[in-house]
């Protein structure tokens, strides 16, 4: 009787390992069943199946459940030669002798062509896997906070940060002190409104982290135009600007350079 071995078509161990580096453990688990089932051994080829599609779930898992900033230090090629190798020992183990003795027996064997095709497809069906996984454990809390409160809010600080500047165009055209002094402290209640407005905002429910990032440097630039509002006003009480000078430009320049970090948060 002729044997079914050399009857029947089987996979290369090199098509299983190129099919299971193309398309995960699934495509590898998938071209080993198909050997068994030539081989009769069809139980063995569903549990082989079976558990190589449940290693490559639990691969997926790991994918989209470790920070983003962990896979970053591991080697792009490490996992797929990892479970490449996995396989191809696994096959050599399992089938090794039968697949040579088939080959040295003159059996036909289908080719790496198939094997990529059915690589590729189970690598199609494991990125749709994997955008549906990232979907479903998308923290989308961060669309729910209060958009309109936030929007409002801003549009209230904007509109103050305009007026409190105005203190700037006073300096070079007030002719008496009392005006100036007058305007400076309207600017630094200005600032300090604004400061309150922010501190609000970080109470809303659900505040993206980019924009509450944002907020706390909102509240240190606050923090620094009240601070630089302070010795321009002492400065024209005491009519003492030589005095008070160093620490105005040192607060100038740290207002731009947060102004500067401000302009780089990105916020949608």
């Known amino acids: 009787m002729i044997n079914m071995e ?8 090199q098509a299983v390992v190129l099919a299971t580096f193309l398309g995960g453990p699934v495509a590898g688990g998938y071209l080993i069943k198909k050997n068994y089932d030539v081989f009769a051994e069809q139980n063995k080829g ?26 970053e230090k591991v080697p792009n090629m490490l996992l797929p030669m990892a479970y490449t190798l996995a396989i191809y020992l696994i096959v050599d183990n399992t089938q090794g002798s039968r697949i040579k003795a088939h080959k040295e027996a003159d059996g036909e064997f289908y080719s790496m062509w198939r ?21 479903m454990t998308e923290d989308f809390s961060e669309f729910n906070y209060d958009v309109e409160k936030y929007d409002s809010s801003i549009e209230m600080f904007y509109e103050n940060q305009d007026q409190a500047l105005v203190m700037f165009s006073v300096i070079d055209t007030a002719q008496h002190n009392e005006s100036l002094i007058q305007e400076v402290e309207r600017s630094t209640l200005l600032w300090k409104e604004n400061k309150q407005i922010v501190e609000d905002l970080q109470s809303i ?19 620094l135009r009240i601070l630089h509002n302070g010795f321009i006003l002492k400065a024209v009480r005491e009519d003492a600007t030589d005095m008070y000078i160093s620490d105005i430009m040192k ?9 500067n970090k401000l302009n780089a948060v990105p916020v949608e």
């Open 6 to 13: 050399e009857t029947k078509k089987l996979f290369s161990q």
């Open 46 to 71: 569903t549990w082989a199946f079976v558990l190589s599609t449940l290693f490559t779930i639990f691969m997926v898992g790991l994918l989209v459940l470790i920070p983003e900033t962990i896979w």
């Open 115 to 135: 094997a990529a095709g059915i690589g590729f497809i189970s690598l199609i069906i494991l990125a749709v896997l994997i955008g549906i996984s990232i979907f």
């Open 205 to 223: 429910d659900n505040l993206p982290p980019e924009l509450v990032e944002q907020n706390t440097m909102l509240i240190e630039y606050c923090n």
């Open 251 to 259: 607060l100038g320049s740290q207002i731009d350079s947060l102004l």
